[in-house]
């Protein structure tokens, strides 16, 4: 098994073979994410052991590192610190780096949530597609396990939803106002047509489960057009899009109903050409942000639905096996609290 390196290096050596400098992961970047937490980026895995340890990192002029954790991902480090103030000039100086490293924290930034080495936080990407079966007779499928997502003319959908709350606690964003603008980015993977076709997509109200299995039939009470988590709490008509007026999912009693999905549509996107990225983004999908680092636990994500089309749009899933293909949920946030607003 290869040895985990980690990011400080004590040892006293007799060789230049044993000390290769080259054998310790080196610090790619330091990125400032608000005014108490900065990620550290490496190229090789760390050991939790050194990576945790506080001795390890001094930042000056005036700044304590009060905490440090290792991502799942083993290559990147996230300090929390006391408070650093906005376009002021800090270094940054680890054991292995003699020189130090400069970071400045700017007025606003961005942060990304999803999946592959370009983000910032992994996150807790989650989603799935409900098919409609052609006889509408059987139990609807929750193909959460699928390397693709689907949405139809005949009714299928499918939901993508992304698990911020540790990120903006630990970093200190906790005011809904911080947040500037949100934008999902999702991969079209296949569709079968040169024409203009429309995805819209509705905030979800209630909890659901992404599916365990793919295009096989659903396991009791698990989400499907014809039932919810629990038995009380059926599922809304196909195609899963809640027609109440009233619930339109802007404030918090909006979650406590029995409708799933919002009765209005936070926006749409034009679909033409696969093998690309489109971003969907308006300011009812921002206001939906803010609710969330609100209301962290009303937090269930989207449906996209195919509003203006007759051909199937195939996009690319969590499950995907290229990283960079998988949907993200990019933020631009003030970094300060109590800042006034910058567009």
Not at 39 to 48: N, P, R, S, V
Not at 209 to 231: P, Q, V
Not at 263 to 273: A, F, K, V, Y
């Amino acid at each position: 098994m290869r040895k985990i390196i980690g990011i400080v290096f004590f040892m006293v050596c007799s060789s230049a073979i044993h000390c290769a400098i080259a054998d310790i992961p080196k610090l790619l970047k330091a990125t400032p994410l608000s005014q108490t937490a900065i990620q550290l980026q490496f190229d090789g895995q760390l050991e939790a052991e050194t990576a945790e340890d506080l001795a390890n990192y001094q930042i000056a002029p005036d700044v304590q590192v009060e905490y440090a954790l290792l991502d799942d991902r083993l290559n990147r480090v996230l300090l929390l610190t006391s408070p650093l103030e906005v376009e002021k000039t800090y270094r940054l100086t680890l054991p292995n780096i003699q020189t130090g490293i400069v970071i400045t924290l700017p007025s606003v930034n961005e942060i990304t949530f999803g999946a592959g080495d370009a983000v910032t936080f992994s996150g807790g990407l989650q989603d799935t597609t409900l098919h409609v079966n052609e006889d509408r007779k059987t139990r609807n499928n929750n193909a959460g396990a699928e390397q693709t997502l689907l949405c139809n003319p005949t009714g299928s959908i499918f939901f993508v939803a992304f698990d911020m709350f540790d990120a903006f606690e630990d970093m200190g964003i906790r005011e809904p106002t911080q947040v500037l603008e949100a934008t999902i980015s999702l991969h079209v993977q296949q569709s079968e047509t040169n024409a203009v076709q429309t995805v819209l997509y509705r905030r979800v109200l209630l909890p659901w489960k992404e599916g365990r299995g793919t295009s096989t039939r659903a396991e009791d009470n698990e989400l499907t057009y014809n039932s919810a988590l629990h038995r009380s709490l059926p599922w809304n008509k196909r195609p899963a899009q809640a027609m109440l007026s009233g619930i339109d999912g802007d404030t918090e009693s909006d979650y406590n109903g029995s409708e799933d999905v919002a009765h209005r549509i936070d926006g749409t996107s034009e679909i033409q050409d696969a093998g690309k990225r489109y971003e969907v983004k308006s300011e009812r999908l921002t206001d939906a942000v803010r609710f969330w680092v609100a209301n962290p636990d009303y937090n269930y994500g989207y449906l996209f639905a195919l509003q203006d089309g007759n051909v199937p749009i195939i996009f690319t899933s969590k499950e995907a096996t290229d990283e960079t293909l998988r949907p993200l949920l990019t933020i631009r946030y003030q970094t300060q609290s109590g800042a006034e607003t910058t567009p």
